[in-house]
Structure formats: C-alpha cells, structure tokens
C-alpha cells in the first residue's frame, strides 16, 4: 500500500500551452506592439524507467504563434518577399502581425515525485522537440485597407526548441526558446537575422 501511494504516476498524455510570445532581435529599433501569443498542443506517450521517479516522454505536437511588433513582412511588386522596421510614429501603419504554424516532434526527459494523499504530484519536465513549419503568413492594416501575404520564402522551415515544464497537478509553468533563426535576409542591414522567438506562460496536462 505504501508503495502504491507514493509511486510516481505513469501519464500526462495531453498538454496544452498558452504562452506570452516575443522576439529577440539585434536591434534597437525593434518595439513589441500589442499582445503577441502562442498556442501548443502535444500528445505524448510515456516510458517509465521500472519504478524509478524518471520517465522519457515523446510524441507529436502542433504549435502556432503571433507576433505583433514594428515588424513589416510584405512582397513588393516582383514577387521579393522584404523583412524590414517600420517607425510607429510616422508611419501610416496601424497593426502588423505574423503567425508561424508548426508540426512538433518532442522529447522530454521527465521527473514526479511520489504521490500526495490527493494523487498529485509535483513535475519536472525539461524537453527539446524539432518543429516543421506548415505555414506562414504577415497580416498588415494599412488605414482602411487590411490584407495578408502568405509569401514565406525567406522564412525558415524548420525550428529547434528547448523547453521547460514545472507544475503541480494539473497546472504548470512552462518556457520555451527557438534556437534556430526565423528567417534568412540576403544582405541584411537591419541585423534582423539574429531574430530568435521565446515564450513563456502556462500549460494544462491530462
């Protein structure tokens, strides 16, 4: 009985993420306009080591992210897709947004601890997962006029993550951080190469 009370719990098949999103970009004109988030979910499966408190997670996920910011992603007249600032204060635009989608391949290696009287436990997840991206687009308005551009040849199509999940029950705090560039400008000026995506905020587990 004592074993069965305080033996970590083999699951946590489901997560769902919700996270404050931004950018780290190596310049200072870069600005952070409006609420940027992101949203994952994962499905994993669980490989408990015998009876031992650590386990390996690994599964499928998707993910999908906003930006808002002085960022302006847009085609010109020949089909070049341009990735460039813009000065809120003089510019006519009033809203710019781009949305990465992603397909997820996570692995974690995972921590409980044994079991309360109310069969929770405390967890420690520290995971890294490689992500695909599936879409792509930059949402503009521009005065009275609203539009998107899905031209995504610049953007990188794949991402690499490190993650972190600490909670108890069903509540965790969880941040993650991109390792990878998001885009790739031929003769970049700007230094917005070095762009590179956190998140940090909450994740339900089942």
Known sequence: MAQAQFAPKKGDFFFYD???DGLLVDNSQYQSRGFSNGHNFSMTG?????????????????????????LYIRSDANGNQL???????TSSLKETKINFKYFDFPIE??????????????????GAKVGYRYAFYSEIKDGNNHYKDLNSRLITNWRCVGYLRVGHGFVNATVQYNFLPLWEI??????????RMWSAGISLSL
Do not use: C, Q
């Not at 669980?46 to 690994?58: E, W």
């Not at 290696?109 to 520290?126: A, P, T």
């Not at 031929?186 to 762009?195: I, V």
């Open 109 to 126: 290696i995972r921590y409980r601890s044994g079991l309360n009287k109310k069969g929770r436990y405390w967890r420690v997840y520290l």
């Open 186 to 195: 031929p003769g970049d000026t700007e230094s917005l190469n070095s762009a």
């Open 46 to 70: 669980d490989y408990v080591f015998s009876r031992s408190h650590f386990s390996i997670g690994y599964g499928l996920g998707m993910g999908s992210h906003n930006i808002y910011s002085n």
């Open 18 to 20: 919700a996270s404050y």
């Open 83 to 89: 990735i460039s600032l813009y000065d809120p204060d």
